[in-house]
């Protein structure tokens, strides 16, 4: 932990060369212990020069489709992993050395990702360097109240970070995102926390609750995390409490968690931990200011399971300025969702049309009387669920919604699609996907011969 506290205060070229000694040192130990990167780095001249850009790209699907000999321990066999997931009731080690977890599978496949105790030690190390950025640092005997509301189940990184990573300096309490609102409020008020640790969704949510009377807490943090907080639900979270809002971005595959410092310039990605390339579809660099539309991502300190310029479909936008904190590592501006997020419609002249979220956001943001909702993109059209808020009627919700989406989508040059709109009393959450809510979901193939389109002068 002190070592991560230590690189905060290094300069650009000082963190510079400790990622080219760190990823000189993976590439080589991947190469001599992985049958899979032995094979794949065959027509690289691996050396003492080599960079990011000379090495091959690799994804989950062929990851998964090569699980056996992409990592470097040879007990690790992807059907023992599975039976051991399957099992799991906490925080059991497999093999008595490694925890074992999988993604949500959002995206459509779910990846299994290994850690030994060093690399998990590493990962825990760099969410208390979180802590310390918002201003969380140890305080005794009044220790800090957390409430996590994230996944209940094991299989998951939030969960079994928050079991493993319980001390005596803190008390913690663990609820899960898939249960009721009324079940939270009334915990939370019977907890009383100074620290709530949720996704943004479901703060949002909450915090609706406490503007109407029914929750009454007074957290002086909120920390956000694993899906896309929009401005209404920040507004939302500032009214209800006024709390210091922060925002962590984090997989499950890099290891590492980022957030922005008190300032709040952008979210910093721990340059130490993971090296973050930002690419346009073609796998070009996209320069800083412009949104990617993925991620390359490369773990410096999994080897285990090496992950070396691995695809990831997360849309971000790289700040053109260094944050005036200090710090040495590069700054998040936005996080945009996922490219799988977006949806396309037709264009009036038969071609696709590629609609980003946050279209969906805007158009759905402004309409007060909207507690919640979701869209699913589907063959006969749109399909979205509303929960409204108390006290309100839908009457011209519906039509409010239909007007907003169809004047966004003919300033895109998309024909509009029948949309739907049916008022529901909750949206349900998927335990499966870590009760996460995809906002935006499209059941349609997407063309992939559309061009991304800058969003910011859309």
Same mark, same amino acid.
């Given at each position: 932990?002190?070592?991560?506290?230590?690189?905060?205060?290094?300069?650009?070229?000082?963190?510079?060369?400790?990622?080219?000694?760190?990823?000189?040192?993976?590439?080589?130990?991947?190469?001599?212990?992985?049958?899979?990167?032995?094979?794949?780095?065959?027509?690289? $001249?691996?050396?003492?020069?080599?960079?990011?850009?000379?090495?091959?790209?690799?994804?989950? /699907?062929?990851?998964?489709?090569?699980?056996?000999?992409?990592?470097?321990?040879?007990?690790?066999?992807?059907?023992?992993?599975?039976?051991?997931?399957?099992?799991?009731?906490?925080?059991?080690?497999?093999?008595?050395?490694?925890?074992?977890?999988?993604?949500?599978?959002?995206?459509?496949? $779910?990846?299994?990702?290994?850690?030994?105790?060093? =690399?998990?030690?590493?990962?825990?190390?760099?969410?208390?360097?979180? %802590?310390?950025?918002?201003?969380?640092?140890?305080?005794?005997?009044?220790?800090?109240?957390?409430?996590?509301?994230?996944?209940?189940?094991?299989?998951?990184?939030?969960?079994?970070?928050?079991?493993?990573?319980?001390?005596?300096?803190?008390?913690?309490?663990?609820?899960?995102?898939? /249960?009721?609102?009324?079940?939270?409020?009334? /915990?939370?008020?019977?907890?009383?926390?100074?620290?709530?640790?949720?996704?943004?969704?479901?703060?949002?949510?909450?915090?609706?609750?406490?503007?109407?009377?029914?929750?009454?807490?007074?957290?002086?943090?909120?920390?956000? #995390?694993?899906?896309?907080?929009?401005?209404?639900?920040?507004?939302?979270?500032?009214?209800?409490?006024?709390?210091?809002?922060?925002?962590?971005?984090?997989?499950?595959?890099?290891?590492?968690?980022?957030?922005?410092?008190?300032?709040?310039?952008?979210?910093?990605?721990?340059?130490?931990?993971?090296?973050?390339?930002?690419?346009?579809?073609?796998?070009?660099?996209?320069?800083?200011?412009?949104?990617?539309?993925?991620?390359?991502?490369?773990?410096?300190?999994?080897?285990?399971?090496?992950?070396?310029?691995? =695809?990831?479909?997360?849309?971000?936008?790289?700040?053109? =300025?260094?944050?005036?904190?200090?710090?040495?590592?590069?700054?998040?501006?936005?996080?945009? %969702?996922?490219?799988?997020?977006?949806?396309?419609?037709?264009?009036?002249?038969?071609? #696709?049309?590629?609609?980003?979220?946050?279209?969906?956001?805007?158009?759905?943001?402004?309409?007060?009387?909207?507690?919640?909702?979701?869209?699913?993109?589907?063959? $006969? #059209?749109?399909?979205?669920?509303?929960?409204?808020?108390?006290?309100?009627?839908?009457?011209?919700? /519906?039509?409010?919604?239909?007007?907003?989406?169809?004047?966004?989508?003919?300033?895109?040059?998309?024909?509009?699609?029948?949309?739907?709109?049916?008022?529901?009393? $909750?949206?349900?959450?998927?335990?499966?996907?870590?009760?996460?809510?995809?906002?935006?979901?499209?059941?349609?193939?997407?063309?992939?011969?559309?061009?991304?389109?800058?969003?910011?002068?859309?």
């Amino acid at each position: 932990m002190l070592k991560l506290n230590y690189h905060n205060r290094w300069t650009g070229e000082e963190l510079e060369e400790y990622q080219h000694q760190q990823l000189l040192s993976l590439v080589s130990y991947a190469t001599r212990h992985s049958p899979f990167y032995k094979e794949l780095y065959t027509p690289v $001249k691996v050396g003492r020069t080599i960079g990011l850009s000379d090495l091959p790209i690799t994804d989950k /699907a062929t990851m998964m489709d090569n699980f056996d000999r992409f990592v470097t321990d040879p007990r690790l066999k992807l059907m023992d992993l599975q039976t051991h997931i399957r099992q799991l009731t906490r925080d059991e080690y497999y093999l008595g050395k490694y925890r074992v977890l999988t993604t949500s599978g959002s995206s459509g496949l $779910k990846g299994v990702f290994v850690f030994n105790r060093k =690399e998990w030690s590493t990962i825990l190390a760099g969410f208390n360097r979180c %802590g310390l950025l918002t201003g969380l640092s140890p305080r005794i005997p009044n220790r800090w109240k957390i409430s996590s509301i994230l996944a209940d189940n094991p299989q998951h990184a939030t969960y079994r970070m928050t079991v493993s990573g319980q001390t005596h300096l803190l008390r913690t309490q663990q609820l899960s995102a898939t /249960a009721s609102i009324e079940s939270l409020v009334n /915990a939370l008020n019977t907890f009383q926390p100074d620290v709530l640790s949720v996704y943004p969704s479901i703060a949002s949510l909450l915090a609706i609750e406490q503007l109407e009377g029914r929750l009454s807490i007074h957290p002086q943090v909120v920390l956000n #995390g694993a899906e896309v907080r929009t401005k209404e639900m920040e507004l939302n979270m500032r009214e209800a409490w006024g709390a210091n809002l922060f925002d962590l971005y984090g997989t499950t595959e890099g290891g590492a968690f980022n957030i922005d410092c008190p300032l709040h310039q952008g979210i910093h990605i721990f340059e130490d931990l993971t090296i973050i390339e930002v690419v346009d579809e073609k796998n070009q660099p996209v320069p800083a200011g412009s949104p990617g539309y993925k991620l390359l991502i490369t773990n410096l300190f999994n080897y285990t399971q090496p992950l070396i310029r691995y =695809e990831m479909s997360d849309m971000v936008t790289i700040s053109k =300025e260094p944050c005036p904190c200090g710090l040495p590592f590069r700054l998040i501006a936005r996080v945009e %969702g996922r490219s799988d997020d977006i949806v396309y419609l037709v264009g009036h002249q038969g071609q #696709g049309i590629p609609v980003h979220p946050i279209h969906f956001w805007s158009a759905m943001g402004v309409i007060k009387e909207i507690k919640e909702y979701r869209v699913v993109h589907e063959g $006969k #059209g749109m399909n979205i669920s509303v929960v409204l808020r108390k006290g309100t009627s839908g009457d011209g919700v /519906a039509n409010e919604i239909k007007a907003n989406l169809g004047k966004g989508f003919e300033k895109l040059g998309a024909k509009c699609p029948d949309i739907r709109v049916r008022f529901v009393d $909750k949206i349900d959450r998927d335990p499966s996907a870590m009760g996460k809510v995809k906002l935006v979901q499209s059941n349609i193939r997407k063309n992939r011969s559309v061009p991304f389109i800058d969003i910011n002068n859309s």
